[in-house]
């Protein structure tokens, strides 16, 4: 085997790949050049040993496998791959439309073909850059799932430490979804991880994006970016396409729900700049790729483009209400550093839900910590009213029968008395806090409890519980009334009172 030189092993790189080793180890003079002059360049000026090259560039590729791993997600877990042939040594399969075809595999002699209408196979594998597009993982987690290919005895060509990892948590995240399996929330340590990489990320700091999630930083932050929304308990669908939107955002405890279409860029600035001939392709995402694919019913809570940045230059405001008058959509700017500021002042007191945090998105400037901080105060007052209503309602309703049914021991109430009581405080807490509706074709009434909502519940709760305790308090200091136990006894004793 011919052993290759720097060059040659720099060669295999992206351009993208060359410039972040050139910033990585400080190497000048790198703008402008081709991805053949990069690898030269950098071959030429970085001092370091054979053996280290070799290393680097392993990394690289190892990087790039697992986000080709990550990129087949999409298939594999939306059960969009079909092994259609296994015969002998040669394997056929149906990737999300693209016919992939395997020989060999394991072996030395191992060959893989996918269409040429791929263009990552068009332009990085069959150029030998990399040794397959992101449809090899698919096809190949779909024969894992099926245990036509025992991942821990497998020898995959090209896949094996850190991606055959990354292959087999794919394999198992799907399994757990098939059998209904819940996992807990890693609330702790996701807050940890934002608070640590998250506006380094944004900033595209490679070094980080590669040492701590094997991937470029653009990819990292959409990732990250769906993270922050989710504990703020906002669903969140997040795809790996280029050239699509990168990640949708619902707010279905809302009542009614609202969403958002997301669009995370990063750069190596501070400021992100909007340019006008951009809205063209938001546009698009809204509209072209979500808003007309989906049923009406959904289409009418497409509401917001959440733009998501380091910081945006001014100018953005204008180009915003642009965006609305062309599309009926406003577009919500978002710096990376208040949106990590929202999730860090939820996580203390998660008081602010969907429905009073909807303001936030229609601003149509970049979101501020002030703007968090007035969301907050608002959501307190919002507390404060419900709460207020609603011990109004529990002593309006507990009026309506205590005086005709209370005695000076109790207060005597039958399950249909108690259940409209009950009823008229939970209709009272729609929509903020529980989601009415009816079962079907039965028509019986359903209640839905925002369980996320636990700390406005239990707000709520704990001032309902002091209300009744002073309503029971009240009846006790002015009722006169014998109880029924005492008038039988006088009764029967002939007592006079």
């Known amino acids: 085997m011919v052993k290759r030189t720097k060059a040659g092993l720099l060669k295999t790189l992206t351009a993208g790949d060359l410039k972040e080793i050139c910033k990585r180890y400080e190497i000048k003079g790198y703008s402008g050049l081709s991805q053949a002059a990069l690898a030269k360049h950098v071959a030429e000026n970085l001092d370091l040993p054979q053996e280290n090259v070799e290393q680097i560039v392993n990394e690289y590729v190892s990087d790039k496998i697992i986000e080709k791993i990550k990129d087949s997600a999409d298939y594999f877990l939306n059960k969009r791959v079909k092994i259609k042939t296994v ?11 693209y016919n992939v075809t395997i020989h060999n595999l394991g072996a030395e002699d191992f060959a893989y073909y996918c269409d040429d209408r791929c263009p990552d196979y068009t332009y990085q594998v069959k150029k030998g850059r990399y040794p397959f597009c992101k449809h090899f993982p698919a096809a190949v987690a779909e024969l894992i799932y099926q245990e036509r290919l025992p991942v821990e005895r497998a020898r995959i060509n090209h896949i094996s430490g850190g991606p055959l990892e990354e292959l087999g948590k794919l394999v198992e995240c799907r399994r757990h979804a098939e059998c209904g399996a819940i996992e807990g929330r890693d609330i702790e340590n996701t807050l940890a991880q934002l608070n640590r990489d998250y506006l380094a990320i944004a900033r595209q700091d490679a070094a980080v994006a590669r040492e701590r999630y094997h991937e470029q930083p653009e990819y990292v932050f959409e990732t990250l970016t769906a ?7 906002f669903d969140t669908i997040i795809q790996r396409k280029p ?10 405890r809302a009542g009614p729900p609202y969403i958002g279409i997301g669009e995370c860029k990063t750069t190596a600035g501070a400021v992100y700049e909007l340019k006008a001939d951009y809205l063209v392709r938001l546009k698009s995402f809204c509209l072209d790729m979500f808003k007309n694919k989906v049923p009406a019913t959904y289409a009418d809570f497409v509401k917001y483009l959440v733009l998501v940045a380091p910081a945006f230059s001014p100018g953005s405001e204008g180009l915003a209400a642009k965006f609305r008058v062309n599309t009926g959509i406003s577009m919500s700017l978002w710096p990376a550093e208040t949106l990590l500021y929202w999730v860090n002042q939820y996580r203390k007191n998660p008081i602010l839900i969907q429905r009073w945090a909807e303001p936030l998105f229609s601003k149509e400037a970049p979101a501020t910590k002030a703007d968090i901080d007035k969301a907050f105060r608002r959501a307190e007052v919002e507390i404060e009213n419900l709460t207020v209503k609603l011990q109004a309602k529990l002593r309006d309703e507990f009026a309506k029968f205590s005086h005709t049914s209370a005695d000076a021991s109790f207060v005597t109430l039958d399950l249909v008395i108690l259940e409209s009581i009950i009823k008229a405080v939970i209709d009272g807490m729609a929509p903020q806090l529980v989601m009415l509706g009816k ?17 406005p519940w239990g707000l709520v709760l704990g001032r309902l519980v002091d209300e009744f305790v002073d309503i029971l308090k009240e009846i006790s200091h002015v009722q006169v009334k014998n109880p029924a136990f005492k008038e039988e006894l006088i009764k029967y004793l002939a007592v006079e009172q």
């Open 87 to 97: 015969e002998g040594n040669v394997i056929s399969a149906d990737v999300g439309g």
């Open 227 to 233: 993270q922050a929304f989710e504990l703020l308990e």
């Open 243 to 252: 050239t699509e939107w990168d990640l949708v955002i619902i707010a279905g």
């Open 439 to 455: 079962k079907g074709v039965t028509g019986v009434d359903t209640l839905e409890i925002k369980h996320d909502y636990y700390a």
